[in-house]
């Protein structure tokens, strides 16, 4: 992949010492991974039937990444905006979902939003809230990531710092949140990763509680009933939302799905 310097489009983490790598190929075309048609399992839209497009590349290595192909290892070809409108041309489906790997390290990912949005498309970007970007969506769906992110043992010693340096940003979280509507979602596995998001919630201005939801790390259904077992209540003493990962029930872990 070749990397463009791009620091006047891009708001990396204040203090990081990798402002000035966001991993950009080119400012007209964006890495897709997979576009596919499936259904919302995670946040407010559970259940809605969506398009996804998913972007390959990612600035941080979460160890417990499910879509590997388009972080660690990416995979897919670079594509324009048009091309890839091209090929959702025929889905006659009203939501798209932009997810990745991290679709806010493209620059072309604001072409692309407001092309869906001239085709009268919802659009929800996934992000884990490092990046900032002049994008518009209907639903800004954050994921933070905890020191149970953390790669060490399984990347690179200068991964290991990227992704430390980079992961914390409660600062481009807020910036998001001011643009329009979002949902915050934690990915936790333990009662310590729990208490992790009180933590970072008290560092976090202005959030509105009820947007903020605890998503357990699992992968399989059996794993997933585990963690909820002591998550759902845990979420209720805190006032916190739950949220599972429906996509795992009613697929498997899938790619395409
Ligand atoms: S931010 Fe998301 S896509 Fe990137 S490594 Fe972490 S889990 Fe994977």
């Not at 966001?22 to 991974?33: D, G, M, N, T």
């Not at 992961?167 to 329009?180: D, I, N, T």
């Amino acid at each position: 992949m070749e990397y463009l310097s791009n620091p006047h489009k891009i708001q990396q983490c204040p203090g990081s010492p990798f402002v000035a790598e966001p991993f950009v190929e080119s400012h007209r075309l964006i890495r897709i991974s997979e576009i596919f048609q499936s259904v919302q399992g995670e946040g407010f839209l559970t259940g809605t039937p969506s398009i996804f497009i998913r972007t390959s590349g990612c600035n941080l290595r979460c160890w417990y990444c499910d879509t590997r192909y388009a972080s660690w290892e990416p995979e897919g070809d670079s594509l324009s905006v048009e091309e890839i409108l091209r090929q959702i041309e025929d889905f006659r489906i009203e939501h798209v979902v932009v997810t990745g790997g991290e679709p806010m390290i493209f620059e072309a990912l604001t072409d692309l939003c407001r092309e869906l949005k001239r085709r009268g498309k919802h659009i929800t970007i996934e992000t884990a809230g490092t990046l900032d970007r002049n994008a518009s969506c209907d639903l800004w769906s954050i994921s933070p990531k905890l020191s149970n992110s953390n790669p060490e043992g399984y990347a690179s010693e200068t991964w290991v710092r990227k992704h430390e340096a980079l992961r914390y940003a409660p600062q481009v979280v807020e910036s998001l949140m001011a643009k329009g509507e979002y949902q915050i979602k934690f990915v936790v596995g333990s009662i310590l990763d729990a208490e992790e998001v009180l933590e970072y919630l008290a560092h976090l201005r202005g959030y509105d509680r009820h947007r903020v939801m605890l998503m357990p790390r699992a992968t399989q259904t059996d794993q997933l009933d585990i963690q909820l077992s002591w998550l759902a209540d845990w979420c209720k003493s805190h006032d916190l939302r739950l949220c599972d990962r429906q996509h795992i029930r009613w697929f498997g872990n899938r790619r395409g799905t």
